[in-house]
């Protein structure tokens, strides 16, 4: 996959690591993000967020040339969707984010381009996607890849986390998820396991809710524990 250029929209905890991570595999990538400050930090070599390691690789990226950020997308074989997907009232998903992203890219699409989207989102978003760009871009239906490929990341260890864990990659088609596999390959030495995207996106959802119920029960053994004049951690270390 030679001359291959991505762009990353979104240059936060998750966007600037993986976008850092590609570059250092000698693939071009350009970063947006719509902060000019974020922007004119990261095409210094530096950066504007906390992460262990994160540092050397963005400085070591933008020395040779493989990675530069700008407040705008340029045409690529690549799109990659890192954005956040906050909750609205009533915590309901907002996933504009997403579709203000997806939307700034539409014009640049191209056949074969490869697009996949890394936020949490509800289930059914990357088709919803899908159809926003085929109705914009009719001459390209069936005729690019897309796919879900959710961040599975803790904060501390992401940049070690990128390339070691599992991913669960999902496209609309088995062609667009074994495209994304390919892209993936090239810089994460996890397993890859293929699925469609509805799973994936369920997949990303059910981590994040079996981590808060495991949080919340820890929490009521604790305050259960506590009234009852029991050592917790010796409780959790006999059961």
Known sequence: ??????????????????????????????????????????????????????????????????????????????????????????NEPDISFVEAATKAIIPLLKENDLYIIESTSPIGTTEKMMRYIYAERPELQDKLHIAYCPERVLPGNVMHELVYNDRVI?????????????????????????????????????????????????NELSLICDKADINVWELIRLA
């Open 1 to 90: 996959m030679s001359n291959q250029k991505v762009v990353m929209i979104g240059l936060g905890y998750i966007g600037l690591p993986t976008a850092a991570l590609i570059a250092n595999n000698n693939i071009h990538v350009h970063g947006v993000d719509i902060n000019p400050q974020v922007v004119e930090t990261i095409n210094a070599g530096k950066i504007h967020i906390v992460e262990p390691s994160l540092d050397q690789a963005v400085a070591t990226a933008v020395a040779k040339g493989f990675l530069k950020a700008a407040t705008t997308p340029i045409e690529a074989n690549t799109y990659l969707i890192v954005v956040p997907t906050p909750f609205k009232a009533k």
């Open 170 to 218: 999902g496209g609309v088609n088995e062609a667009a998820t074994q495209k994304a596999i390919d892209f993936y390959k090239q810089f994460v030495k996890g397993e890859l396991h293929p699925t469609n995207a509805r799973t994936a996106e369920m997949c990303k959802l059910t981590e994040n809710s079996s981590r808060d119920v495991q949080i919340a029960f820890a």
